[in-house]
T-cell receptor, first 114, second 114 residues
Framework: EADIYQTPRYLVIGTGKKITLECSQT?????MYWYQQDPGMELHLIHY???????EKGDLSSESTVSRIRTEHFPLTLESARPSHTSQYLC?????????????FGPGTRLLVL | AQTVTQSQPEMSVQEAETVTLSCTYD???????LFWYKQPPSRQMILVIR??????QNATENRFSVNFQKAAKSFSLKISDSQLGDTAMYFC???????????FGSGTKLNVKP
């Protein structure tokens, strides 16, 4: 079973607040990802990282930012939350195993911005 | 760009019966990976099954099997002897070989009825 953790699991916050969603993995994976997913909808990649000090924007434009100072940690920050940021945020990590590359997902953070 | 299409937004199946979820994808690559992920209600996304494009033999994991048709760019998931615990969103995903990004379909909501 994958060891990837996200905190908080649920967050209700007011408009304009700064928030950081935490994601940690204990598998030593180089690659980490953030997806945004509205309930029952598809996943949209918003950020990814190939390794420490490497971050890239994903396919969906996002006002959030990420950092990768340590291999195991990939936090996502919203400087000023807005109701349009209400969504579920999924963190994932992956590493090659032989010829395989498989993503492992965290449990997600459900964010509600009032 | 790669695209993944799941044309069935929602499906139902009776417990113990068999159901097939469809997935098509568009790519000009010859070497790639395909995945099916399962996301139960309010629970973590987990890998169900995966397939390498260069392997002609269809992957099988217990009650889950795929029908991989490379020329048709089709990758359907068959669930045999459906169980109530199979109720979930199922996402088809594509990844180019030696690449870092996964492309997900929009998902199929499967409801297994008792």
């Amino acid at each position: 079973e994958a060891d990837i953790y996200q905190t908080p699991r649920y967050l209700v916050i007011g408009t304009g607040k700064k928030i950081t969603l935490e994601c940690s993995q204990t598998m030593g994976h180089d690659k980490m990802y953030w997806y945004q997913q509205d309930p029952g909808m598809e996943l949209h990649l918003i950020h990814y990282s190939y390794g420490v000090n490497s971050t890239e924007k994903g396919d969906l434009s996002s006002e959030s930012t990420v950092s990768r100072i340590r291999t195991e940690h990939f936090p996502l920050t919203l400087e000023s939350a807005r109701p349009s940021h209400t969504s579920q945020y999924l963190c994932a990590s992956s590493a090659a195993s032989g010829s395989w590359e498989t993503q492992y997902f965290g449990p997600g953070t459900r964010l509600l911005v009032l | 760009a790669q695209t993944v299409t799941q044309s069935q937004p929602e499906m139902s199946v009776q417990e113990a019966e068999t159901v097939t979820l469809s997935c098509t994808y568009d790519t000009s690559e010859n070497n790639y990976y395909l995945f099916w992920y399962k996301q139960p209600p309010s629970r973590q996304m987990i890998l169900v099954i995966r397939q390498e494009a260069y392997k002609q033999q269809n992957a099988t994991e217990n009650r889950f099997s795929v029908n991989f048709q490379k020329a048709a760019k089709s990758f359907s998931l068959k669930i045999s002897d459906s169980q109530l615990g199979d109720t979930a969103m199922y996402f088809c995903a594509f990844m180019k070989y030696n690449f870092n990004k996964f492309y997900f379909g929009s998902g199929t909501k499967l409801n297994v009825k008792p």
